[in-house]
C-alpha cells in the first residue's frame, strides 16, 4: 500500500496456526485495531493464536468479529474467542443449515450493509459459490477487499458441491468483485493478492477450460463423475480424487443448472440433442 493508503486503512494479519493439506500454510486473520477493533474471520481458538491477537491489540478490547463464512477454518473459534473476550459481538451472513455448529449469539449480515470499524466503514459483498454464506469485505478508500477464501494466489478455491458449493454462483461472485476494481486482496490463505483482476480473470479462465474438458469428456462417452475424473486429470495422485471428484459435479450441476445436461442417478448426459 502506499502511505497515503497506510493511513487510511491498518489491517494486521493474525496467524491461526492450523496448516494442513485445506489450509496451506494455515489460516490468516485480519486485525483492524481502530477504535472499534475488529477481525475478520474467528480462526480455530489455539492458544497462539489467542496470544498473537492480544499482543496485536496491545491491551485494546477487541469489539467485533466478522466472519467471511461457516468452514471451521473460519468459524470454529468462536467458542475461544468468546471466552477469552467478554462482551464481543459475532456477525456472519445465515447459512441456516449449518449456523448451529457453532451457536453464538451471530448478528446477521446482509449483502451491501456497511459495518463501522471505527477507523473506516466497510461493506458486506456477498460471493458465494465457495459456500452460499460467502461474504467479502469491501473498504472502498482503499479499494482494499478482505476476501477470505474467494481467491488464493497460486491456485484455485475448492467448490464443494456436495456440501453447499456452487461454481455458477460463484462465478458470479468472482465477476460481482471485478466490478468493485479491486487494488488488492486481503485474503484468509495466501500471500496478499496485488493483481486481483489477473488473478480472478484466471480463474474464470480457467474453469471455462475445464468445462470444455467436461463435455468432451462426456462427447467421447465418460457419463460418471469419476469416469470424468479419470478421463480429464492425468496422473491424479489418490489423496487429491475427492477434491477433483468435487470439482466435476460442480462443472456438472452448473450444466444442468444452464440446461445443458440432465442425469439420471450417476449418469450425466446432454439433454435432447444439445451437444
Ligand atoms: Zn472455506
Known sequence: MSNEEDALLTALPICVFNPGPLTGAGNITWLLPGSIPTLIDAGTGDPRHLKALDEALGGARLAQVLVTHNHSDHASGVFALQEHISGVRFSKLAWL??????????????HEQFINTGDGILQVIHTPGHA????????????????????????????PASTGGDLGAYLTSLERVLTLR??????????VITNPEELLRGYIRHRLEREQQILDALRTGASTVEEIVTCIYINLQESLRTMAAESVLAHLRK????????????????GGDSQ
Open 97 to 110: 443449515d449449518r449456523d448451529s455448529r457453532y451457536p453464538v449469539s451471530w448478528d446477521p449480515l446482509v
Open 132 to 159: 452460499p454464506d460467502h461474504v467479502c469485505f469491501w473498504h472502498a478508500e482503499t479499494r482494499t477487499l478482505f476476501g477470505g477464501d474467494l481467491a488464493i494466489q497460486g491456485t484455485t478455491v475448492v467448490i
Open 182 to 191: 479491486p487494488a488488492r486482496i486481503l485474503p484468509a490463505h495466501g500471500p
Open 255 to 270: 450444466l444442468e443448472q444452464g440446461q445443458q445436461l440432465i442425469h439420471n442417478g450417476e449418469h450425466w448426459s446432454f
